[in-house]
């Protein structure tokens, strides 16, 4: 007699749907960022909860770099299309600014310096992005 065979795996979520449950975890209804938000290197946190609201927005942000190999040219980079908008410079708890790149600031860790995590444009003074994928939430 021959063993039963083991039932087939049962198939991981689409990423559609595992998409929406992280939004889910993450947005309030009224679009804000429910936990804070933290460098993903070190853990200092950037944004309390409540400080941003869930925006999405094509950008490209250069690869994730600490500075001592920032300088290094290269133009690789990102696309990044979610993330979380804050209107207020003085709404982060923790962010640093680059030099300007064109009209361009991008937004880094202020205790250890990794990133870009974020960009803002200097043609629109009340808007600040930091990129869903850069950082991690608690």
């Not at 361009?104 to 995590?117: N, T």
Request: aromatic share 6%.
């Amino acid at each position: 007699m021959e063993p039963a065979a083991a039932p087939p795996p049962s198939p991981p979520p689409p990423p559609a749907a595992a998409a929406a449950l992280d939004s889910a975890e993450l947005v309030c209804a009224q679009g804000r960022n429910l936990k804070a938000v933290l460098c993903q290197r070190c853990g200092s946190r950037v944004l309390l909860p409540g400080a941003a609201t869930f925006a999405r927005r094509e950008l490209l942000l250069p690869a994730m770099r600490k500075k001592a190999a920032a300088g290094g040219g290269g133009g690789d980079g990102d696309v990044v299309r979610e993330h979380w908008l804050v209107r207020d410079m003085f709404s982060f708890e923790n962010v640093g600014f680059t030099r300007d790149v064109g009209n361009v600031k991008f937004l880094v860790c202020a205790d250890c310096e990794a990133g870009p995590i974020g960009w803002h444009c200097l043609d629109d003074k009340d808007s600040f992005y930091v990129a869903l994928e850069r950082v991690t939430h608690e």
